[in-house]
């Protein structure tokens, strides 16, 4: 992308010094009598825990761009921070476009309900209006492949028609960012290969893409940019190839600082 | 409440469709369904009837009424409030990854509620035919009442449904809270049975006013006092005030607690 595209494309992500900050709490007061015991004892059992310390990027109409880093170095909580879930503890956050998530699919699912039905109020939940969804109805089924399991109760269905009716539901709204959470990991092939497809179109109509994962190969493939995270902070920003092998070489720069069993010399 | 409004406003598609989900599920799998809807308060009438008017004999004529008028708009009440405190709880899994207006979960589940209580209307009308009670002109008066329960109703849903992500006692705390406010409330008696010095105590209970305007209405075919209806509107939008409030105020909390 060339500096004029830069300035012309619309800002669709825009973190300012983002920092989320989680109470991770020991011994949690769930109950009355535990918040009782609390308060005699007079002793906090908690700690704060920075997931994110201080995030600053900007994503841009069209982009697609990749998030790397190990378990736990605050990816999913960027992703989460976008699809408002999270409000951050500090900084600023601006999104501009509808937001969809690949998270986890079917999340709004009902199991006592029937496809159809789930189609609907999941649509509703993902912020639709009810003409919107039967617009887009055929074309969900028609993706979902599900045949006369659509007016069945969900709970009758194969993880498999589970997740292609999670899927299809989630990228028919149509939104301007697309969020991805390790999801290519999930089915069988021909559904693997329709998702890639899937979001490949997304990519071609200049759709904006997050996507997380550890599989280094469908990142360089789906991305053109990729960001580095680690222990809540950004190592790195760039185009995807350089940012991975940054990234694999501190890999495996970590893996052999570890000894190894049979290096360590015995007594 | 200008936010609640528009809240409201712009997820009523789904509001309504949650509460229905709520409906459907709660009658999917019974042989009679939706007929049960009808079929409890009478139930629950006939059994509170035999107790209290054979057995006790308490002095009231057509006792049967006198209960309804009251049993119905309360069961909507404590039913609300069951359903709501559990309302985020279990639809935590679900905020945790996508980003839902919370407070569609406690309305959603007191409009479930709503309509269970229009349903039961249904038996009440019938009731009064098969008694030949007359139907007074004070029907129309029902609004005020009605109106002042909803809205106290949503405020102690909004309020018991944060609270319980917090402390997960409160759906416990609740059940017995609802046991006490129910003996406490003018449902199987009225205020009158209440020796007069006690009274003031009994008028401190928020519910005391639109119970009283429901049975005012359909049993007595009186009109309370206008002192009665202020304070009755007074209370209902008072607490939905606070219990919004205070759960605007965490809303942004809950799901880390969920």
Redesign the interface.
Known sequence: MSDFDKVRRIERICFQDVVQR??LIQE??????E?FAHLFRKQTSYHDFEALKGISFIIREGEAVAIVGRNGSGKSTIL?II?????PTAGQVRISGQ?G?L??LG??F?P??TGR?NI??NG???GL??REIHAREQKILDFAELGDFIDSPVKQYSSGMFMRLGFAVATEIDPDILLIDEILAVGDETFQRKCAERIEDFRRRGKTIVFVSHNLGAVRQICHRALMIDGGLLFADGPVDEVVSDYEQRMQGRFEQRPHASAVPSA | MLQLIREIRKNRELIWALALKELHVRYKRSALGFLWALLNPLLMMIILTMVFSTVMRVPVHNYPIFLISTLLPWTFFSQSLAYSVESIVSNGDLLKKVYVAKSVFPIAAVISNLINFLLSMIPLVLLLVVFRFPFHRTWFYLLVPFVSLLLFTLGCGFFFAMVNVFFRDMSHILQIVLQAWFYFSPVIYSLDFVPARYRPLFRLNPLAYPLNGFRLAIYYGQLPTWQSMVMSLACGFGALIIGYKLFQRSQDNLVFYV
């Open positions: 989680f109470r949690r007061p769930d109950t009355l009598r918040a989460k699809a408002g879930v999270y409000r937001v998530a998270i986890e999340a709004g009902h006592d309900l039905e609907v109020l509703l939940l993902l209006s009810r």
